[in-house]
């Protein structure tokens, strides 16, 4: 350890006595009260070394307990208070390790128990061993948290409802779901933090149908559950189940948090279901919540997506913060929407506001100028992002350049382009140039991309599909059927094309050629009328 300055005396014996301590002392009631920020944490610091206060176990232990886990905390500084400490006592250890924990280094929460067991002369107890099977989570390493596990058994510590729980998260955070659920038992002892956590690694992990099935086992849900539940449904591209769970929700009275509503708007986003994204618009405003970055962001992004981009405009220029964020949605809605001269005039804005733009936010760009085929700015883009913000290009990027310059019939551009990128071209990447080698018949090009796109070993439907339209386009029908009959004889199947449509707050999924529909009959009963009805229409205006 570090050279120290502080010698530790012991704890009062009460907490009554340490709160009389704190409140005799000045500095340390000034920390206990007014204290937010590392900067002020420092000046009282200064102070209680002045006074010889530091030498005091209650005052050392009070700074570090702010500099590590506090909100304004800052793990560096709290390790040096740490260090300077001569014989640290166990709410010292306990605190270091528990702030390294949240940290992001949480591999030094494990270094430090290691210390303590081997150097120190204070034994671990019940309150240190969570942060450090959080640690092992954070980490990934729950095959090492096992052994630590095998010291909780040794130590008939394994019923402590706050250990248990650090362990069953360790497990199932790190997808060891059969020593989670070996633990978890069928969760009749256990309380609902244990639930919640295997909700959300089940969910984490794909294993949505297995979280619905625990969900509904649970003897008692709070709002953790809900959204749990919910953001897992919308992780997984479950958009529908989520708004249903969210109907299930209000049915039991259950109030929706903050984080529920934002995963409630990013699912009625991909949906496009409008009304059900601004019945949540509405639900945010009547109950006055506060309307922080996240939320402004998922609100616009929802508009934009739903085909509302006017609202989305509206609700960006009249919200009182705004991140970057915020920003990069409404640039990417403008540039889905086609609207790229108003994309690059709000990226002009945001270049004189308080943000520099980020590699998101030039695929906004990017795409908007794809979209309006403004092949010079795309260029001008790019150069930009790479040379003034330094940002390096993702695939994504050249997937925007490449589209661009494809949908502009700059195909030998698009294709050299393809051949300088410094990483693999990917399925994106094909499918592009395939589609602007279909829009301008290059059917050379076409089976070049073609090829390349079936080589990747994946999206190999799309690739003959695409192929077959190309051929097609160029007038070459004979190659396009003997493209289609490849499709049969390799017994390839198009993936169907499905679409989504909301009426009256609830979202209808429709699949090509598909029956799965509960009112299917219906719905062909009333397709072939109204078939009839425009034939007599015809027939009669003949």
Not at 75 to 98: D, E, G, H, K, V
Not at 300 to 311: A, D, F, L, P, T
Not at 358 to 379: N, P, Q, W, Y
Not at 383 to 392: A, D, G, Q, V, W
Request: charged content about 20%; hydrophobic content about 40%.
């Amino acid at each position: 350890m570090a050279p120290c300055f502080c010698s530790l005396t012991p704890l009062p014996s009460s907490s009554t006595s340490i709160s009389k301590f704190i409140s005799d002392q000045p500095y340390l009631s000034i920390l206990e009260t007014k204290c937010s920020t590392m900067k002020d944490l420092q000046i009282i610091h200064a102070q209680i070394i002045k006074t010889g206060l530091i030498k005091d176990t209650i005052a050392a232990s009070r700074l570090l307990s702010f500099a590590a886990i506090s909100p304004a905390a800052d793990i560096s500084y709290a390790f040096m208070l740490f260090n300077q400490i001569q014989n640290p006592n166990l709410f010292t250890w306990n605190t270091i390790i528990r702030g390294f924990s949240r940290s992001s280094n949480p591999r030094m929460a494990i270094s430090l128990f290691i210390d303590m067991l081997i150097h120190s002369s204070v034994d671990p107890e019940r309150l240190t061993y969570p942060s450090v099977f959080k640690a092992y989570a954070e980490l990934g390493l729950a095959g090492n948290g096992a052994q630590l596990h095998g010291r909780i058994l040794k130590l008939g510590l394994q019923f402590d409802v706050y250990i248990r729980n650090t362990i069953v998260h360790m497990y199932a955070n790190c997808g060891y779901f059969g020593e989670a659920i070996q633990l978890f038992g069928d969760g009749e002892d256990m309380d609902v933090v244990a639930w919640n956590t295997m909700i959300l690694s089940l969910a984490k992990f794909g294993n949505i149908d297995n979280a619905r099935a625990l969900f509904d086992e649970m003897p008692h849900r709070n709002s953790v559950s809900w959204n749990n539940m919910i953001s897992g449904y919308v992780r997984t591209g479950k958009w529908v189940e989520a708004l249903d769970l969210f109907r299930i929700m209000q049915i039991e009275k259950m109030k929706p948090s903050e984080f529920i509503l934002v995963s409630l708007l990013n699912a009625s986003a991909n949906l496009g279901a409008l009304n059900q994204g601004e019945w949540i618009h509405d639900y945010i405003i009547k109950n006055k919540l506060e309307l922080n970055v996240i939320m402004i962001t998922a609100i616009i992004n929802m508009y934009c997506k739903c085909g509302s981009i006017e609202r989305a405009c509206q609700v960006f220029e009249s919200s009182p913060i705004k991140g970057l964020s915020s920003w990069n949605s409404m640039i990417m809605g403008h540039a889905i929407h086609g609207h790229g001269n108003e994309a690059i005039e709000l990226f002009s804005k945001l270049e004189s506001s308080i943000f520099n733009p980020d590699s998101v936010t030039f695929i906004g760009v990017l795409m908007a100028c794809s979209h309006s085929r403004l092949v010079e700015k795309a260029k001008f883009y790019f150069s930009l992002m790479t040379e003034r913000y330094k940002i390096e290009p993702s695939i994504k990027h050249y997937g925007c350049m490449i589209d661009v310059l494809g949908r502009s019939g700059l195909l030998e551009e698009a294709k050299s382009v393809i051949l300088s990128m410094p990483m693999k071209p990917d399925g994106v990447i094909w499918g592009s140039l395939l589609s602007s080698c279909r829009i301008h018949g290059d059917v050379k090009m076409g089976e070049w991309a073609s090829r390349n796109l079936v080589d990747l070993g994946e999206g190999e439907s799309c690739g003959h599909v695409l192929l077959s339209n190309v051929y097609a386009s160029g007038g070459e029908f004979e190659m396009a059927i003997k493209e289609r009959m490849l499709m049969k004889e390799k017994e390839i199947e198009k993936i169907p094309g499905c679409s989504l449509i909301e009426v009256n707050g609830e979202v209808h999924e429709f699949v090509s050629s598909g029956r799965l529909h509960p009112k299917v009959e219906e719905i062909h009963n009333l397709l072939k009328n109204l078939t009839l009805m425009l034939h007599d229409v015809k027939s009669f205006n003949l």
